[in-house]
């Protein structure tokens, strides 16, 4: 009884009841890779030399944050915060 109290205080009864709980964490994933390719998209440009390799970083680049920002509105209409799913990792960059 008590176990069940404190997992119920925790949160912990939540999430394993929550229906959506593999969306939300397949949604936090695709945010985590989204903003790696928009870093890795950033140092492409900062090692772009010629007019083309600039151009293709910049389209990349701008390819990336229009994702990782469609990724990062979705989460929030979906009110999904990193800790709430049970991740116990935070987006850092």
Partial sequence: MMNVQWRTFF?????ETD??????????K??????T???HALTRLDYASDQDEIDYA????????KR???????????RIHVLDVGTGRTMEG
């Fill in 30 to 35: 695709e945010i985590r890779v989204a903003h």
């Fill in 58 to 65: 910049i389209f990349a680049l701008e390819a990336a944050e």
């Fill in 68 to 78: 990782f920002e469609m990724l990062l509105k979705s989460a929030k209409r979906l």
């Fill in 19 to 28: 229906p959506y709980l593999k969306d939300k964490q397949e949604l936090l």
């Fill in 37 to 39: 390719d928009w870093q």
């Fill in 11 to 15: 949160g912990l009864r939540a999430r």
